[in-house]
């Protein structure tokens, strides 16, 4: 042991196996960690792992200290991924309570994945959220210093006015919340239910430490007081933790706690709304741009989260998401999810097609809106002003949208039962929208009859009665489309009557106001009188209401009216006017004030009825095309146009100092003089900026001054202000006339291109202020809204002497609070969908499914058997819409399924493709593997005969003329040759005035030994140029009796003489491979087909034919085309270039009649075949396939290939002959005729997109022949 451990000398080996021994004994305390396998960053896990191995033992009370302090060391190093594996493992139980403190400390530390932890561990928020937890933490983090609380110590400052270290209470985050949020919003912590529910003892007042260990509360539930006062432990449990650690998270920002506490919430869609609102509000209580950016950030966040929960729900239950969205939220300041939105600034929630849904229905109110039509409509419109009774037979209402007139009486059994929860269900939101209004209109003492619960109206009998009558015409007025139109209508009339007034009635010599006047007079009274009723009743915030620019334009017209029905009306009172502007009996005087007064009346009324035209925009804000170029106009002001006047006008008005003093120094004059000459300098630096220059009083020259300065100097121009002046005129003019007026130009631009994107989803906010207005406002349009207003006090004090709350039914806002049941479904259903939402999120193609799972939780640690019957107590009353749910889910599965049934079928059709495919590419391999291997076996057998003394008398003639006419010869091989035959040769034929040329076998292995042989193999005939730069080039060389010119048009040449590529790309020297100095023309033969199926249709793929093209392919495995070099023996044999088929009449081609040529001397190899072997019957046939086909030029030009050289090159012109649909080409007779005897070569066909062993510029030329059939390629 002593050799094998190296301990020292004088080691006790009985105490070292002690150790050893009891290290054994904990083996679950043993980790390995290897320093090969492992990373250096799972160290500390390891360690971690191995404290944590011991902890959970059951029954034990040391263990169970035990597991509390490694919990603790987990929590310290925030290793929640160990703490899951080794605290919180199989039988490992904890007592209720025992994770308080963690969760406390998790919660202080900002550590989420604890907090997921404990909660996905059965932990009850429930019983561990308190009013001491929650004032606990948040007097913490103000008094803690920390700069990231600054907001809420901000909030707290102006809302509460606490500074400093200081006690926070709930109460003090109702303050802080209500500031933040605006008056609309009513908070929790300081609604009446909170002081009822959760309320301070008289024995605890006073002061309190940080611990609040005196403090008392006492909760009183609904039928007896239950007074609980505790000592440093008692503790209040809240009914929505979630919500309320949601809104800590938010206010301490703390942005991982708030989104899982957000996931958490019951109500998600109005949490996040809220949460995007809150976010943006806390904005102005940071000094910091970059936190701003943080929570404008953040709040975009949660607004898309809404958004997408809406979407969510929306694509599940349409009518439930409409219904949600006027849902009136207890726990969220009494508000909904439109208001919140709205006043949030949620433009992209607001633009999403449910609310807009939502918005027409509202909108309609009552009537209907499938049956009304534009005609009847506008005749319902003038029934309304001119017979009111004739509206219940003219203008359809939403009842008769689900029975007519004649319909049959209700059952008693379908007008009991009106509050149950399916009835509910099943009601349409046009019925709750419609109830809603009605709401409005009982506002006005007018109870409209619909079922509280459902919403329903009753339907129509055959006839009406009078009650039903009048509630038909009352509908009609209370709808807020008939409301606005009316509004409208009366506004016209009003500004033409103010018009009028102040265009013929409104003289300096009027006495005293006429009967018109005072219409006008009491019509803006009543104007001013709603404006208040909006401020004040409306139930909005007062700073949104300020903040609407409509608004203050109201408030602005208003005033000016008043101030000048105020002028006038002291005009009219003698003494009055004596008292304040004359002094003694002074008639003229008198008569000065009352003129001034009477003007200074115009000039107040006069811009009063300005901004009342402007109003009129408002009214096209409904319109959809209208609407965004508003926004727009509106933006431009308030963004643009009001900053740039203010440097605009001081570029003014110091220009306009700058000459006034250097062109006119004046001195003495007095207060009034001054601002006289003032507004003058500055009138006349305004309007030179427009084109109004005044050039001759800017240099002095003006003739009444001339003719005055002659006797005195004052007033006169300087002599050195009149070079001066023009100067700075010029200088102004750059400035302001070409700088700062094409930089409100560019602004602009750039503003309209910034909202022109978003245009649209402003317009939607202004939509639903406009009809959240029109819905609130006066059936009774002005000037006799004055009657309704004092009917509407009277109505409100009533409401309020008998305990009743006024506003808590109408079209944007809907109370539950005699239908919890219903209240419950909605928000059980709400978050299921955002549970789909979120899974959606995690993992997009992950189904969706509805699950129990997604709304039981575990009551608290250990299994509380309350919280448990809770929560099985919800599920119950859900489970009628989750089955529908489910039936839902299965349909869309459904779907799916047929989808993914037919993708298979395609799949399973491109894998037969596939492997059609691969078996022709397979049997070309095979026959060229087995045509190689009878080519080796040939030899074999020929070489054993000659060493035998065999005779080789049975081999057959190399090559035998063929002539097709006096000018044409060919050399046809046979089939089987020898190893010397195989060496490279060259083939010579003719083809009348052309000599054509070839290497037999093709060169296709640019690496293999024989490339190097290509030269003496050209040397060996007379084809070549002999001499080191011969012939004439760019024309018809005689002395070589053939064209040296280029399609691409004249080349040059070098010093030496030597002609030079013209496509300027570098190759190798001198001439490389090829025979000829310069241009080197080619031949090129594309026979092609189409690819037949086993039907013997065109095969095609990917949408397109498969075309196929007959290939050389020779013993190594590549392939080209056949193709000659040719030798243009007549002068005018070449032309231009052309690179397209239908420019090839004019190619080389065209002159020369290759064409035909060709297609004969394919004719004459058929002809040449053995007729033994293939049948003459067969090769007739094929002939007249060759004269069928259709032979074309595809393309004539230089060629880009390997061979080139600096000083030669080759140009090619491409015939493609294509077999007719009526005559094929039979594989064995085409291929025999296209290949030289005793070449080892072999002609086989293949598809042109099957090219990779094809030679590349080839590939080239078989691109632009499958362009010109429209084949795959």
Same mark, same amino acid.
């Given at each position: 042991?002593?050799?094998?451990?190296?301990?020292?000398?004088?080691?006790?080996?009985?105490?070292?196996?002690?150790?050893?021994?009891?290290?054994?004994?904990?083996?679950?305390?043993?980790?390995?960690?290897?320093?090969?396998?492992?990373?250096?960053?799972?160290?500390?896990?390891?360690?971690?792992?191995?404290?944590?191995?011991?902890?959970?033992?059951?029954?034990?009370?040391?263990?169970?200290?035990?597991?509390?302090?490694?919990?603790?060391?987990?929590?310290?190093?925030?290793?929640?991924?160990?703490?899951?594996?080794?605290?919180?493992?199989?039988?490992?139980?904890?007592?209720?309570?025992?994770?308080?403190?963690?969760?406390?400390?998790?919660?202080?530390?900002?550590?989420?994945?604890?907090?997921?932890?404990?909660?996905?561990?059965?932990?009850?928020?429930?019983?561990?959220?308190?009013?001491?937890?929650?004032?606990?933490?948040?007097?913490?983090?103000?008094?803690?210093?920390?700069?990231?609380?600054?907001?809420?110590?901000?909030?707290?400052?102006?809302?509460?006015?606490?500074?400093?270290?200081?006690?926070?209470?709930?109460?003090?985050?109702?303050?802080?919340?209500?500031?933040?949020?605006?008056?609309?919003?009513?908070?929790?912590?300081?609604?009446?239910?909170?002081?009822?529910?959760?309320?301070?003892?008289?024995?605890?007042?006073?002061?309190?430490?940080?611990?609040?260990?005196?403090?008392?509360?006492?909760?009183?539930?609904?039928?007896?007081?239950?007074?609980?006062?505790?000592?440093?432990?008692?503790?209040?449990?809240?009914?929505?933790?979630?919500?309320?650690?949601?809104?800590?998270?938010?206010?301490?920002?703390?942005?991982?706690?708030?989104?899982?506490?957000?996931?958490?919430?019951?109500?998600?869609?109005?949490?996040?709304?809220?949460?995007?609102?809150?976010?943006?509000?806390?904005?102005?209580?940071?000094?910091?741009?970059?936190?701003?950016?943080?929570?404008?950030?953040?709040?975009?966040?949660?607004?898309?989260?809404?958004?997408?929960?809406?979407?969510?729900?929306?694509?599940?239950?349409?009518?439930?998401?409409?219904?949600?969205?006027?849902?009136?939220?207890?726990?969220?300041?009494?508000?909904?999810?439109?208001?919140?939105?709205?006043?949030?600034?949620?433009?992209?929630?607001?633009?999403?097609?449910?609310?807009?849904?939502?918005?027409?229905?509202?909108?309609?109110?009552?009537?209907?809106?499938?049956?009304?039509?534009?005609?009847?409509?506008?005749?319902?419109?003038?029934?309304?002003?001119?017979?009111?009774?004739?509206?219940?037979?003219?203008?359809?209402?939403?009842?008769?949208?689900?029975?007519?007139?004649?319909?049959?009486?209700?059952?008693?059994?379908?007008?009991?039962?009106?509050?149950?929860?399916?009835?509910?269900?099943?009601?349409?939101?046009?019925?709750?929208?419609?109830?809603?209004?009605?709401?409005?209109?009982?506002?006005?003492?007018?109870?409209?009859?619909?079922?509280?619960?459902?919403?329903?109206?009753?339907?129509?009998?055959?006839?009406?009665?009078?009650?039903?009558?009048?509630?038909?015409?009352?509908?009609?007025?209370?709808?807020?489309?008939?409301?606005?139109?009316?509004?409208?209508?009366?506004?016209?009339?009003?500004?033409?009557?103010?018009?009028?007034?102040?265009?013929?009635?409104?003289?300096?010599?009027?006495?005293?106001?006429?009967?018109?006047?005072?219409?006008?007079?009491?019509?803006?009274?009543?104007?001013?009188?709603?404006?208040?009723?909006?401020?004040?009743?409306?139930?909005?915030?007062?700073?949104?209401?300020?903040?609407?620019?409509?608004?203050?334009?109201?408030?602005?017209?208003?005033?000016?009216?008043?101030?000048?029905?105020?002028?006038?009306?002291?005009?009219?009172?003698?003494?009055?006017?004596?008292?304040?502007?004359?002094?003694?009996?002074?008639?003229?005087?008198?008569?000065?004030?009352?003129?001034?007064?009477?003007?200074?009346?115009?000039?107040?009324?006069?811009?009063?009825?300005?901004?009342?035209?402007?109003?009129?925009?408002?009214?096209?804000?409904?319109?959809?095309?209208?609407?965004?170029?508003?926004?727009?106009?509106?933006?431009?002001?308030?963004?643009?146009?009001?900053?740039?006047?203010?440097?605009?006008?001081?570029?003014?008005?110091?220009?306009?100092?700058?000459?006034?003093?250097?062109?006119?120094?004046?001195?003495?004059?007095?207060?009034?003089?001054?601002?006289?000459?003032?507004?003058?300098?500055?009138?006349?630096?305004?309007?030179?900026?427009?084109?109004?220059?005044?050039?001759?009083?800017?240099?002095?020259?003006?003739?009444?001054?001339?003719?005055?300065?002659?006797?005195?100097?004052?007033?006169?121009?300087?002599?050195?202000?009149?070079?001066?002046?023009?100067?700075?005129?010029?200088?102004?003019?750059?400035?302001?006339?070409?700088?700062?007026?094409?930089?409100?130009?560019?602004?602009?631009?750039?503003?309209?291109?910034?909202?022109?994107?978003?245009?649209?989803?402003?317009?939607?906010?202004?939509?639903?202020?406009?009809?959240?207005?029109?819905?609130?406002?006066?059936?009774?349009?002005?000037?006799?809204?004055?009657?309704?207003?004092?009917?509407?006090?009277?109505?409100?004090?009533?409401?309020?002497?008998?305990?009743?709350?006024?506003?808590?039914?109408?079209?944007?806002?809907?109370?539950?609070?005699?239908?919890?049941?219903?209240?419950?479904?909605?928000?059980?259903?709400?978050?299921?969908?955002?549970?789909?939402?979120?899974?959606?999120?995690?993992?997009?193609?992950?189904?969706?499914?509805?699950?129990?799972?997604?709304?039981?939780?575990?009551?608290?640690?250990?299994?509380?058997?309350?919280?448990?019957?809770?929560?099985?107590?919800?599920?119950?009353?859900?489970?009628?819409?989750?089955?529908?749910?489910?039936?839902?889910?299965?349909?869309?599965?459904?779907?799916?399924?047929?989808?993914?049934?037919?993708?298979?079928?395609?799949?399973?059709?491109?894998?037969?493709?596939?492997?059609?495919?691969?078996?022709?590419?397979?049997?070309?391999?095979?026959?060229?593997?087995?045509?190689?291997?009878?080519?080796?076996?040939?030899?074999?057998?020929?070489?054993?005969?000659?060493?035998?003394?065999?005779?080789?008398?049975?081999?057959?003639?190399?090559?035998?003329?063929?002539?097709?006419?006096?000018?044409?010869?060919?050399?046809?091989?046979?089939?089987?040759? @020898?190893? =010397?035959?195989? +060496? /490279?040769?060259?083939?010579? %034929? #003719?083809?009348?005035?052309?000599?054509?040329? *070839? !290497?037999?076998?093709?060169?296709?292995?640019?690496?293999?030994?024989?490339?190097?042989?290509?030269?003496?193999?050209?040397?060996?005939?007379?084809?070549?140029?002999?001499?080191?730069?011969?012939?004439?080039?760019?024309?018809?060389?005689?002395?070589?009796?053939?064209?040296?010119?280029?399609?691409?048009?004249?080349?040059? @040449?070098? =010093?030496?003489? +030597? /002609?030079?590529?013209?496509? %300027? #790309?570098?190759?190798?020297?001198?001439?490389? *491979? !090829?025979?000829?100095?310069?241009?080197?023309?080619?031949?090129?033969?594309?026979?092609?087909?189409?690819?037949?199926?086993?039907?013997?249709?065109?095969?095609?793929?990917?949408?397109?034919?498969?075309?196929?093209?007959?290939?050389?392919?020779?013993?190594?495995?590549?392939?080209?085309?056949?193709?000659?070099?040719?030798?243009?023996?007549?002068?005018?044999?070449?032309?231009?270039?052309?690179?397209?088929?239908?420019?090839?009449?004019?190619?080389?081609?065209?002159?020369?009649?290759?064409?035909?040529?060709?297609?004969?001397?394919?004719?004459?190899?058929?002809?040449?075949?053995?007729?033994?072997?293939?049948?003459?019957?067969?090769?007739?046939?094929?002939?007249?396939?060759?004269?069928?086909?259709?032979?074309?030029?595809?393309?004539?030009?230089?060629?880009?290939?390997?061979?080139?050289?600096?000083?030669?090159?080759?140009?090619?012109?491409?015939?493609?002959?294509?077999?007719?649909?009526?005559?094929?080409?039979?594989?064995?007779?085409?291929?025999?005729?296209?290949?030289?005897?005793?070449?080892?070569?072999?002609?086989?066909?293949?598809?042109?997109?099957?090219?990779?062993?094809?030679?590349?510029?080839?590939?080239?030329?078989?691109?632009?022949?499958?362009?010109?059939?429209?084949?795959?390629?």
């Amino acid at each position: 042991m002593l050799d094998i451990w190296t301990l020292p000398l004088g080691t006790d080996l009985d105490r070292e196996v002690a150790t050893l021994v009891d290290i054994l004994r904990r083996k679950q305390s043993i980790e390995i960690f290897s320093l090969d396998e492992d990373a250096p960053s799972d160290l500390d896990a390891k360690i971690l792992a191995s404290l944590l191995n011991s902890a959970g033992t059951d029954g034990h009370e040391e263990s169970e200290r035990f597991n509390k302090a490694q919990l603790k060391i987990a929590l310290a190093l925030d290793r929640s991924d160990v703490a899951k594996q080794k605290v919180f493992g199989e039988n490992k139980k904890w007592r209720k309570g025992d994770l308080d403190n963690f969760m406390r400390d998790a919660l202080r530390d900002n550590k989420v994945a604890f907090v997921k932890l404990f909660v996905q561990q059965g932990f009850s928020l429930e019983q561990f959220v308190t009013i001491q937890l929650l004032e606990d933490l948040y007097t913490e983090d103000v008094t803690t210093g920390s700069q990231t609380i600054g907001i809420l110590r901000n909030g707290l400052q102006v809302a509460v006015g606490k500074t400093g270290v200081v006690n926070v209470t709930m109460e003090d985050i109702g303050r802080v919340l209500l500031h933040m949020m605006g008056s609309f919003y009513k908070p929790f912590y300081l609604s009446k239910e909170f002081q009822r529910d959760f309320r301070i003892g008289d024995s605890a007042k006073g002061k309190r430490g940080l611990g609040f260990s005196n403090a008392a509360y006492v909760k009183f539930s609904s039928n007896e007081i239950d007074r609980k006062t505790s000592d440093a432990g008692s503790h209040i449990s809240m009914e929505r933790p979630a919500l309320d650690l949601f809104t800590w998270s938010l206010l301490t920002q703390r942005t991982a706690l708030a989104e899982f506490f957000w996931s958490l919430e019951k109500e998600c869609i109005a949490g996040a709304l809220f949460a995007a609102m809150l976010l943006r509000e806390s904005r102005a209580f940071s000094d910091d741009l970059t936190e701003k950016e943080q929570l404008e950030a953040l709040a975009n966040a949660f607004e898309a989260r809404a958004e997408g929960v809406l979407e969510e729900c929306y694509r599940d239950n349409q009518s439930n998401t409409q219904e949600n969205l006027v849902r009136e939220l207890p726990f969220y300041g009494q508000s909904t999810c439109f208001v919140l939105a709205a006043e949030g600034g949620s433009i992209k929630f607001i633009s999403h097609r449910c609310c807009q849904e939502m918005l027409d229905i509202i909108w309609k109110g009552n009537l209907s809106t499938k049956k009304n039509s534009s005609l009847r409509f506008f005749c319902g419109l003038g029934c309304g002003l001119a017979c009111p009774p004739l509206l219940a037979l003219v203008i359809k209402f939403s009842c008769d949208e689900l029975d007519g007139v004649g319909g049959s009486p209700e059952r008693p059994s379908e007008t009991s039962g009106g509050g149950s929860a399916g009835a509910a269900r099943r009601k349409s939101i046009a019925a709750a929208a419609a109830a809603a209004t009605a709401t409005g209109r009982k506002s006005g003492l007018k109870k409209n009859k619909v079922d509280p619960e459902t919403g329903d109206r009753s339907r129509r009998c055959r006839c009406l009665s009078p009650r039903e009558f009048a509630t038909r015409i009352l509908d009609f007025y209370f709808a807020p489309v008939v409301r606005f139109i009316y509004s409208t209508l009366a506004y016209l009339i009003f500004l033409g009557i103010y018009s009028y007034v102040m265009l013929f009635l409104f003289d300096n010599g009027m006495d005293n106001w006429s009967a018109i006047h005072l219409l006008l007079l009491v019509w803006v009274v009543s104007l001013g009188l709603e404006e208040i009723r909006q401020a004040a009743l409306s139930g909005t915030s007062f700073r949104s209401y300020v903040s609407d620019m409509w608004n203050i334009m109201d408030i602005m017209a208003v005033l000016l009216f008043l101030i000048g029905s105020c002028f006038f009306i002291m005009r009219s009172m003698d003494s009055v006017v004596q008292q304040l502007f004359v002094t003694g009996t002074d008639v003229a005087a008198l008569k000065s004030a009352k003129e001034t007064l009477i003007r200074l009346s115009r000039i107040c009324l006069c811009i009063a009825l300005f901004i009342f035209y402007i109003r009129i925009l408002q009214v096209f804000s409904i319109h959809v095309s209208l609407g965004p170029k508003v926004v727009m106009i509106q933006n431009m002001i308030v963004k643009d146009l009001l900053p740039f006047l203010v440097i605009f006008l001081l570029f003014i008005l110091a220009y306009a100092i700058m000459w006034s003093s250097i062109l006119f120094p004046k001195s003495s004059l007095s207060i009034a003089e001054s601002m006289s000459e003032l507004m003058a300098i500055m009138k006349t630096s305004y309007f030179q900026v427009f084109g109004e220059l005044k050039v001759d009083m800017m240099s002095g020259d003006v003739t009444t001054l001339t003719e005055q300065c002659k006797t005195s100097s004052v007033g006169c121009p300087d002599i050195w202000g009149k070079w001066l002046a023009p100067i700075l005129l010029g200088v102004h003019i750059v400035l302001t006339n070409v700088l700062l007026l094409n930089l409100l130009i560019a602004t602009f631009s750039h503003t309209y291109e910034e909202i022109q994107s978003s245009s649209t989803q402003h317009w939607t906010l202004q939509r639903y202020m406009i009809m959240r207005e029109y819905t609130e406002r006066s059936p009774i349009a002005p000037p006799l809204i004055i009657v309704w207003h004092l009917v509407f006090v009277l109505y409100v004090l009533v409401q309020r002497c008998r305990g009743h709350r006024v506003f808590e039914n109408g079209p944007f806002k809907r109370s539950y609070s005699g239908n919890r049941q219903r209240e419950r479904q909605l928000m059980q259903w709400e978050h299921i969908r955002a549970v789909e939402f979120l899974r959606g999120q995690d993992d997009p193609k992950r189904r969706r499914k509805s699950d129990t799972r997604t709304i039981v939780r575990a009551g608290g640690v250990g299994g509380n058997a309350t919280n448990m019957k809770k929560e099985l107590d919800s599920v119950q009353e859900g489970l009628g819409d989750l089955f529908r749910d489910s039936i839902r889910e299965v349909e869309v599965n459904v779907k799916r399924i047929d989808n993914v049934e037919r993708r298979l079928e395609e799949l399973a059709e491109m894998v037969a493709n596939l492997a059609k495919s691969m078996g022709e590419r397979h049997y070309e391999m095979v026959t060229i593997i087995q045509h190689q291997y009878e080519q080796s076996e040939e030899r074999t057998r020929r070489q054993a005969m000659t060493l035998s003394g065999g005779s080789r008398s049975d081999r057959r003639t190399t090559s035998q003329p063929v002539a097709v006419d006096d000018d044409l010869s060919v050399h046809l091989g046979s089939e089987d040759s @020898t190893e =010397e035959e195989q +060496r /490279p040769r060259v083939w010579r %034929g #003719k083809l009348q005035h052309h000599q054509l040329a *070839r !290497l037999v076998p093709y060169q296709l292995d640019s690496g293999s030994a024989r490339v190097a042989e290509m030269p003496e193999v050209w040397s060996s005939s007379d084809w070549p140029d002999r001499a080191e730069a011969a012939g004439a080039f760019n024309g018809f060389d005689s002395s070589s009796g053939f064209h040296r010119g280029s399609h691409a048009g004249r080349y040059v @040449t070098d =010093e030496a003489g +030597r /002609p030079m590529n013209p496509s %300027g #790309k570098p190759g190798a020297p001198d001439r490389n *491979r !090829l025979p000829l100095w310069g241009p080197n023309h080619c031949l090129h033969l594309a026979v092609t087909r189409w690819r037949r199926d086993d039907r013997q249709n065109i095969a095609k793929k990917a949408g397109r034919p498969v075309l196929q093209v007959a290939a050389v392919l020779d013993r190594r495995g590549g392939m080209q085309l056949p193709w000659y070099h040719v030798k243009h023996c007549l002068p005018s044999c070449i032309g231009p270039a052309s690179v397209s088929a239908s420019s090839a009449s004019s190619s080389t081609v065209g002159q020369c009649g290759l064409q035909n040529l060709l297609r004969a001397w394919l004719r004459e190899r058929i002809e040449a075949l053995d007729a033994g072997r293939l049948g003459a019957k067969r090769l007739h046939i094929q002939q007249e396939a060759v004269t069928a086909a259709a032979c074309s030029t595809v393309y004539t030009g230089l060629l880009d290939d390997r061979v080139n050289g600096d000083n030669a090159w080759l140009e090619t012109d491409l015939v493609n002959l294509h077999e007719h649909f009526n005559y094929n080409f039979e594989d064995d007779v085409v291929t025999e005729c296209l290949r030289e005897g005793g070449s080892g070569e072999r002609v086989a066909w293949i598809d042109v997109a099957n090219r990779r062993l094809m030679r590349q510029s080839h590939n080239t030329l078989l691109r632009l022949v499958a362009q010109q059939h429209g084949a795959y390629f």
